[in-house]
Every structure is written in structure tokens, then in C-alpha cells.
């Protein structure tokens, strides 16, 4: 029988652009849990916009690419799927492979493996789909402290009617980089919970949470977040650079979300615990993520995020110093495939620049500053 209240609301929610679909494992998972035999699917997103930096900045205001990316997502028979994804990275002006997956059911569609490059599984917003984010970036914790893009094995299943969601994998610790320059492994996994499975609608109560941890002994998983300064004097500018590190690294976190009749808040808590090989003394950083928005008339989206992370060390021996940002935005979504957008970056208690692109890897937006005005706008398909 055909439920025609639902397919209504399906319209409806595709109609103003405002139907959430909850993801597991890497981005590409829904495309291919949907994808028939020997179907071929393109998808893409491109983000473009203009940024206005404060004055003393050390970026000039202009035109920028955020994100240029594509994927093709094809089925094998019944006997595997594949995701292959690029993206233009404006650095070097070049083409950087983004993901290259092979999954393999293992129990139909309730169990899946997934062998090759993909976002490892920490971090509810680290992992989301980046067209699905509300501001033009990812939180600074979830830049600097979730693995991110890895190289490795993952197995990942649901259960509950699709409520309960569980991933784990090994991966070499390196990135995407075709080796593991020593015998260690990262090992990664998440678990979360919703009361309303895979299909949430603007109307509904949801409530959903979830917790995540990585462990790794490997050196090359990425730098040790570190405060510095442009200059000794006091009020010099902050930033956060980098700096190597050899140890144990253990990253967890926990995260909650609620959404009801188009207001949702989500919150996340992320931690790294560093056990140095040369030195006994313990370090962390850490950070936690507010955001609360919501959507007017199924075609607007407005909101505001506050946004912490404090590094592991400071600078020449200085306690570290948390870099705090509240960020307001609004974002406009006239259909499925377009999107735009806009936010205002304040910096709190002194905070001046915040996590950047230096430590995700691939293209971001610029880091966060006092200041800062962004605008982007979206083709994703």
C-alpha cells in the first residue's frame, strides 16, 4: 500500500529544499545504498563566494573558491560499490584525490565494509556532508582534533530501523598519503542513536546522540595544535600553528542534537589526550561546539554558533590560550541542488584568528578572525 501521507510530506520538505537525510560512514553512503546495478551517478558541489577581512588581517578581502569537487559512484553486479572523488585544490592549481572507496555488503544493506580513502568515523559534524554544513566551515575542534580523510578498512552497520548507527575501522594514520611510515595504526570508531531512523522532517522531535574515539600511536597522524604569536609583545596577534609531535594520541568525544518544528541545537565536545615518547608530561586539547538555528518558512535558515578550542601548548612555554569565536549566519536553500549564504565571525575575550586550513588538509574557508564577514554560494548535486 502506498503511503500517501508520507509522500506527501517527501514533497513538501523536497519542494522548500528542508528534508535532512542522517548519514553514516563516508559521504558517499547514501548514493551508494541507492544506486541499482551497474548504475553510474555523478555528484559535485561547488562553493564559491567573497570574504572581508578585519584591517590588521594577514589575508586581503576578494573573490574565492571554497570547495570545486566531483565524484562518480557506480555498483558492480551485486558483488561490490565504488566511490571515486577529486577536488580542485587551489593551492597548487591542481586535481588532489578526495575519496576512493570500495564497500562491500556484508549483510545486505544493515552491514557494509568499506576499504580505501574516506573520512574516518570521529566527530558527528567532522564527518557530515560538507553541503550539508551551515556555515561555510567546520568548527575549529573538529578541523584540528577529528583524523579526517584516512586511508584504511571500515565496517558499519545500522540497526533499530536505521536509529542506531556504529562504525570502527584501522587505517594507516597518515592521511591519504599511499603509505604508513612506521608500524602503527590509527584505530577509529562512532556510535549514535536517533529516535526517527534515517529520514528527519522539519516537524518532527529528534533527538539523537552520539560519542566517538581514536586511538594512535602513529607520528604522522597530524601536528600537535600549538598557540603562537606574531611577536613577544603581549598584544601581539594570536594563531594557532603547528608542531611536530611523536606519542600516544587517544581522541574522543560525545555529541547531542534536538530539532523540533525547525529549531535545532547541537552541541559537541572533542578531546585529544597526548602522551609524549620523549618527556612524562600529559597534554590535551580540546574544544566544544554550540549551534543554534532555525529554519523559517522551509527557505531561510538563521543562526548563531559559539565556537572554542583551546591547543595543547602555548607559546614558549606560556599556558595555552582558547581561541573563541561566535559566529552568526544565514543561509537561504531555493532548492535541492543551490544554496547561499553568509556570516559574521566575532571574536571573544581578545580571540583574533582562529583553526585553519593549515591543519584539515584539504581546501576550507579561510580561518576564523575578529571581524571576518563571509558570503558563499552553493551548487551541490
Do not use: C
Amino acid at each position: 500500500m502506498i503511503d500517501t501521507k508520507l509522500i506527501g510530506r517527501l514533497a513538501r520538505a523536497a519542494g522548500t529544499g528542508s528534508l535532512l537525510v542522517g548519514l553514516a560512514g563516508p559521504p558517499s553512503a547514501s548514493a551508494q545504498e541507492t544506486a541499482g546495478p551497474n548504475d553510474l551517478r555523478p555528484s559535485g558541489m561547488l562553493r564559491t563566494g567573497f570574504e572581508v577581512e578585519p584591517a590588521d588581517a594577514d589575508r586581503a578581502d576578494g573573490f574565492i573558491v571554497y570547495d570545486a569537487r566531483l565524484a562518480l559512484t557506480g555498483v558492480v553486479g551485486h558483488v561490490f560499490d565504488f566511490t571515486l572523488g577529486v577536488e580542485y585544490d587551489r593551492d597548487d592549481a591542481g586535481i588532489d584525490l578526495l575519496d576512493a572507496i570500495i564497500t562491500f555488503p556484508l549483510s545486505g544493506e544493515a552491514v557494509r565494509a568499506d576499504l580505501g580513502g574516506f573520512r574516518s568515523p570521529v566527530s558527528r559534524e567532522a564527518t557530515a556532508d560538507k553541503y550539508m554544513l551551515p556555515l561555510v566551515e567546520r568548527s575549529q575542534s573538529a578541523l584540528a582534533l577529528a583524523p579526517g580523510r584516512q586511508l584504511g578498512l571500515q565496517v558499519r552497520g545500522t540497526a533499530l530501523e536505521e536509529r542506531l548507527r556504529v562504525a570502527g575501522g584501522l587505517f594507516n594514520g597518515n592521511g591519504l598519503r599511499l603509505e604508513n611510515d612506521d608500524k602503527a595504526f590509527l584505530v577509529a570508531g562512532r556510535a549514535s542513536f536517533n529516535n526517527v531512523g534515517q529520514l528527519e522532517f522539519p516537524e518532527d522531535f529528534v533527538f539523537e546522540a552520539g560519542v566517538s574515539a581514536a586511538l594512535s600511536t602513529d607520528s604522522a597522524l597530524f601536528v600537535l595544535p600549538v598557540e603562537a604569536r606574531t611577536g613577544p609583545e603581549p598584544e601581539a596577534r594570536r594563531l594557532v600553528s603547528l608542531e611536530e609531535f611523536e606519542g600516544e594520541r587517544i581522541i574522543w568525544g560525545a555529541d547531542a542534537r534536538l530539532a523540533h518544528e525547525g529549531w535545532t541545537l547541537a552541541v559537541e565536545y572533542l578531546r585529544t589526550d597526548y602522551d609524549p615518547e620523549v618527556g612524562s608530561e600529559g597534554l590535551h586539547a580540546d574544544g566544544i561546539t554550540v549551534d543554534l538555528r532555525h529554519a523559517l518558512w522551509g527557505l531561510f535558515d538563521v543562526g548563531g554558533r559559539y565556537d572554542s578550542f583551546t591547543p595543547a601548548i602555548g607559546f614558549a612555554g606560556e599556558p595555552p590560550q582558547a581561541s573563541r569565536f561566535f559566529v552568526l549566519g544565514l543561509g537561504v536553500a531555493p532548492g535541492l541542488f543551490a544554496r547561499a549564504g553568509l556570516q559574521y565571525a566575532i571574536g571573544i575575550d581578545g580571540t583574533t584568528r582562529g583553526v585553519g586550513s593549515a591543519l584539515d588538509g584539504t581546501n576550507t574557508a579561510p580561518p576564523l578572525t575578529d571581524d571576518q564577514f563571509l558570503i558563499f554560494l552553493q551548487l551541490a548535486f
